[in-house]
């Protein structure tokens, strides 16, 4: 009789979906969707071409199902700096650092995922609904912030939004022209721009650490 609260491994069919999604964010480092064949994406997975349509309808449904993978990432990055309290600038730019180094790796498709304006409805779907699990999580922040007393320049919701918007057209920007600057420079400004952008003007206090200059609270 099998143990109390044992579950059951992985299946092949579990298997082969997670190959053909590995696959193809090992063959879209290299060019776009557009000129990758289901063959291609099959052989790299090691199924055949008529087990591809098994698990997807299509090469826009695998990379949706590809961009699904980046949902946890992209929350455990940030979730330090999410997390805390004050502006925290040294986590913020820890998990901006983290984000920008994923990007350098699958700048490619992450491009075609997130920032092509019409990347077709599968991905489409995905891209909002982990786009808006980003912008939540700064709006909460913003929200207790406010709650705590600290001002916010604007309304939490389209602020967050604001920001990580920022966010994707720098890293995919930064993907496209890896040469225009370094990493440091990018991380150092792509912070103080973010901080200012979620808590206006910062002024310097005692310490070195910056805070939010004393203004109207935002209503929520």
């Given amino acids: 009789m099998p143990a109390s609260g044992s579950r059951r491994g992985p299946t092949k069919g579990d298997q082969r979906e997670r190959a053909l ?15 990758v064949t289901i063959d291609e994406l099959a052989a790299a997975a090691g199924i055949a071409r008529s087990g591809f349509y098994f698990y997807f309808e299509s090469k826009q449904a695998l990379l949706a199902a590809l961009c699904e993978t980046v949902l946890d990432q992209s929350a455990q990055e940030l979730a330090e700096w999410v997390e805390s309290d004050g502006l925290n600038r040294d ?37 909002e609904r982990i786009t808006a699990h980003g912008c939540t999580a700064v709006t909460r922040r913003l929200e207790r912030d406010l709650r705590a007393g600290i001002p916010v320049p604007g309304d939490p919701t389209l602020v967050g939004k604001m920001v990580v918007n920022l966010r994707l057209t720098m890293f995919a920007h930064a993907f496209t022209h890896p040469d225009e600057q370094t990493d440091d420079d990018l991380l150092d400004t792509l912070t103080e721009t973010s901080l200012r952008m979620l808590y206006g003007t910062l002024s310097e206090e005692p310490g070195g650490d910056s805070r939010p200059a004393t203004r109207a609270t935002a209503s929520v």
């Fill in 21 to 35: 999604i590995e696959a193809a964010r090992v063959v879209l480092r290299q060019k776009p969707l557009a000129q």
């Fill in 91 to 127: 986590a913020l730019r820890r998990g901006l650092a983290l984000a920008l180094d994923r990007w350098r790796v699958d700048g490619r498709w992450l491009c075609e995922a997130f920032v092509n304006p019409f990347p077709g409805p599968e991905i489409f779907e995905v891209r």
